[in-house]
């Protein structure tokens, strides 16, 4: 049986216990009661071989002043505990509910919090009301949930399939933390491989790892996992000590309860869930004061950020560079690039040896905003900082509740020097294998050979058809606006008279007053006058007739628009200093390659179509200060876009007749 049955089967067999809740349930419910009792399960199954010594030393040594939980802890092998003389097998049928939460509450802290976050108390009021609670217990001390039975990747994973399974049930957004084991796997291989050989060379190495958006801590698994799973060739084991921060309190309860489970071997006794935290990492960072090895995250994709923007300006505006969000920021509906500028900001300082992150997003941060906005700032700044090592493309459908691209991004505030300068842009779209049956929107998955061929192609940072690599200013333009010269006459007629009902400030006169102007124009059918003649006619007729209403700036500008048409054999007219007007209409930007000259480009790719365009000279960045607002893009297309040659058209001809031929056959056969 494969990995993937094996998970699902589980998962079936657990969320089988659903069918007992029927009638007394809403389906909406029901997560809330399988999940946390198969948490529950889990940490009963660990602490069974234990459970009796730890009763023993409860009952010998409840009046001692020595600190029982030391004790304990290092009875059970894990950070902690339960003293009650129950488990789900013994509560008893009379008193279930008052038994089973003198069980829960007999958990050490750091456990009984996992089940205080799914408010589990008043659902075993309910259950209790109901009469299921006592055959949901029973049912749930049948499954055999130890690690020796079901290990931690393969727990993990029921996990995710029984969120998945009841979906918005848990919260409204229950997949927004769903990443996939094979996109896990991948950015976890991408983020530690290349230090492999520098744990090999520091026997009992420490590094951290921390993801912002832990979810049910997939990434700090995978990532301790990696290491642990080569321990043969260390002569003391290196250690991973995750960290991580989830807005979810279901899902972090589920994260707390994984990290309950892992030990350091160095320090059996440590609490990995205290490195745990619950809350916005964007608006309340619980965790400000620390840098990291590594980090990793999936943040949601397309996730408005409203509800931590205040929190985000004002650090933006108080600290600038010094806090997380320096650059410009994003519009308020994508938070995913805010993500970005985290994760950087929680590198380990490059003079304690740096740190590397990996980020996984949607297409959008590659392209959105124009030059000066938010996202294209945030670009300038990750590219112009030179912290982006790659960008590697991966296929569409691995997602559960999204077929769209994704990509990882990898991030290093300390680049080997070969890389320095340089970014590597990885097309793997096509590395993937299908899969047997489809889990929402996946139907696909990055295999075990797949993740290989990445790593080492991130590895090799070689030219080749699927790995590119670039100077980071080759993603870099100039936003440059090219004018050109106002050539109009006033022309008064009645398509001009008509768009005058389009204009703002038309719509402000009253009626009388339209009334006036209107007849005015009439009078003035077919006329042809210089740009400048509508100013001071305006003004004169309002002089000699009050009724018509003030001229102002905007009626003057509204005439203009209605009745202007353009001239090219004209003049360019000029203002009262004697300087050239643009015509609004004609302005246009180009968006000019870093680096290249803007008047050769202006005379190459401009004004043989254009021969009296000009640049603006006062549109400037605000930056650097020069002409051209700056701006970056990383268009993965143009760089991997392969030309295809159109067919023959005589090979499209005969297949063409092929078809009429086979289609008269079938036509003669029924005719016969």
């Known amino acids: 049986m494969n990995t993937q049955t094996t998970n699902t089967s589980l998962a079936d067999f657990i969320w089988k216990n659903a069918d007992d809740l029927w009638g007394n349930f809403k389906h909406v419910d029901f997560g809330k009661v399988i999940l946390p009792f198969t948490l529950l399960r889990r940490l009963e199954c660990v602490l069974e071989p234990t459970r009796d010594q730890v009763r023993e030393t409860v009952k010998t040594m409840k009046e001692s002043p020595i600190d029982l939980g030391v004790i304990l802890r290092t009875q059970t092998g894990y950070p902690f505990y339960n003293t009650s003389n129950y488990d789900l097998r013994s509560l008893g049928a009379s008193r279930t509910r008052q038994n089973l939460e003198d069980y829960i509450a007999s958990f050490s802290d750091n456990a009984r919090v996992i089940f205080e976050q799914f408010d589990f108390a008043n659902t075993l009021a309910r259950m209790d009301k109901a009469g299921v609670l006592y055959k949901i217990c029973q049912n749930f001390a049948a499954i055999d949930l130890h690690p020796d039975a079901v290990p931690e990747r393969v727990m993990s994973n029921v996990y995710e399939h029984l969120i998945r399974r009841f979906g918005a049930e848990v919260n409204e957004a229950a997949e927004d933390f769903m990443t996939p084991r ?146 410009k920021l994003p519009r308020v509906s994508d938070g995913s ?86 970014v590597q842009l990885i097309d793997a779209t096509a590395l993937f294998e299908p899969m047997r049956k489809s889990e929402g929107n996946k139907r696909r998955k990055v295999g075990d050979d797949q993740i290989r061929q990445i790593v080492q192609m991130y590895a090799d940072f ?20 090219v004018l050109r010269p106002l050539r109009k006459k006033i022309v008064i007629s009645a398509e001009g008279l008509a768009a005058l009902a389009d204009e703002t400030a038309w719509g402000k006169l009253t009626p009388d007053q339209q009334a006036g102007w209107t007849a005015l124009f009439k009078g003035m059918m077919g006329e042809t006058q210089g740009w400048g003649w509508i100013d001071t006619w305006a003004k004169n007729a309002a002089k000699r007739d009050t009724g018509l209403g003030k001229v102002n700036a905007a009626l003057i500008k509204a005439f203009q628009k209605a009745f202007g048409v353009r001239e090219p054999d004209l003049e360019p007219i000029l203002d009262k200093k004697g300087e050239v007007i643009p015509d609004d209409d004609l302005t246009d930007f180009e968006n000019i390659p870093l680096g290249t000259d803007i008047r050769d480009y202006m005379a190459q790719e401009v004004l043989p179509h254009a021969h009296d365009a000009y640049v603006d000279e006062t549109f400037r960045d605000e930056y650097d200060g020069q002409v051209g607002v700056v701006g970056y893009e990383i268009n993965f297309n143009r760089y991997f876009y392969e030309y295809q040659p159109p067919r023959d058209l005589e090979e499209i001809d005969a297949e063409l007749k092929a078809v009429e031929a086979g289609i008269a056959a079938v036509l003669a056969e029924v005719t016969e």
Request: proline content about 6%; hydrophobic content about 35%.
């Open 337 to 422: 690039m805010l993500f970005l500028l985290h994760l950087l900001s929680k590198l380990e300082a490059p003079e304690r040896g740096g740190g590397r992150a990996a980020i996984v997003l949607s297409g959008s941060p590659l392209f959105n905003g124009n030059a000066g906005q938010g996202e294209s700032e945030i670009r300038r700044y990750l590219l112009e900082e030179d912290v982006v090592e790659a960008i590697i493309a991966l296929p569409t459908e691995i997602f559960f509740r999204t077929g769209i691209g994704t990509y990882i991004w990898l991030l290093s505030n300390k680049k080997p020097a070969h890389r320095k300068g340089r």
């Open 182 to 327: 094979d996109v896990v796997h991948l950015a976890i291989e991408l983020l530690l491989d290349p230090d492999d050989q520098m744990f090999i060379d520091n026997p009992g190495l420490i590094r951290t790892l921390y993801d912002p958006t832990c979810g049910t801590g997939g990434f700090l698994s995978d990532g301790m996992e990696h290491v642990n799973a080569l321990r043969d060739r260390y002569s003391v084991a290196p250690v991973i000590v995750p960290y991580g921060q989830e807005l979810e309190p279901e899902t972090h309860a589920v994260c707390l309860a994984s990290m309950l489970l892992k030990t350091v071997e160095s320090d059996p006794g440590r609490d990995l869930s205290k490195n745990i935290k619950l809350g916005s990492t964007l608006s309340d960072d619980k965790l400000a004061n620390e840098r990291f090895h590594y980090c990793v995250s999936n943040p949601p994709f397309g996730k408005k950020w409203e509800m931590d923007q205040a929190a985000v300006v004002r650090e933006h505006q108080e600290k600038g560079c010094e806090g997380r969000f320096g650059p």
């Open 462 to 481: 070689a030219e080749t058809k699927e790995s590119r690599l670039f100077d980071s200013r080759d993603f870099g333009y100039r936003r440059v606006k």
